[in-house]
């Protein structure tokens, strides 16, 4: 199983992007997918998680800007980030956690430039 992160870019502030994260193979029994993101010379921190019953929850600091949603049929994950903050410049990765393992994508670029 692998997870491809895609769609970051370069935006200006104000800006917004959307994030997909395929999943290619089958993972049974998912309990959470959520978003990281990990700024430059910073610890990787969550963004955002849904769950199956489609329970969506956000960090603080992209609650009301950040949409995080999920398409089954495709398998495949998104992020939608509007209202972009340079301080939104990050590697973002997808993450999924299972009751067979924790899975991650390779990660996806964003840089808001202000």
């Known amino acids: 199983v692998q997870l491809q992160a895609s769609g970051g870019g370069l935006v200006q502030a104000g800006g917004s992007l959307k994030l997909s994260c395929a999943t290619s193979?089958?993972?049974?029994?998912?309990?959470?997918m959520r978003w990281y993101r990990q700024a430059p010379g910073k610890e990787r921190e969550w963004v955002a998680s849904?769950?199956?019953?489609?329970?969506?929850s956000y960090a603080d600091s992209v609650k009301g800007r950040f949409s995080i949603s999920r398409d089954s049929a495709k398998k495949t994950v998104y992020l939608q980030m509007n209202t972009l903050e340079p301080e939104d410049t990050a590697v973002y990765y997808c993450?999924?956690?299972?009751?067979?393992?924790?899975?991650w994508g390779q990660g996806t670029l964003v840089t808001v430039s202000s």
């Open positions: 193979g089958r993972i049974i029994g998912i309990k959470v």
């Open positions: 993450n999924i956690d299972s009751a067979y393992g924790t899975y």
């Open positions: 849904i769950i199956p019953n489609g329970i969506v």
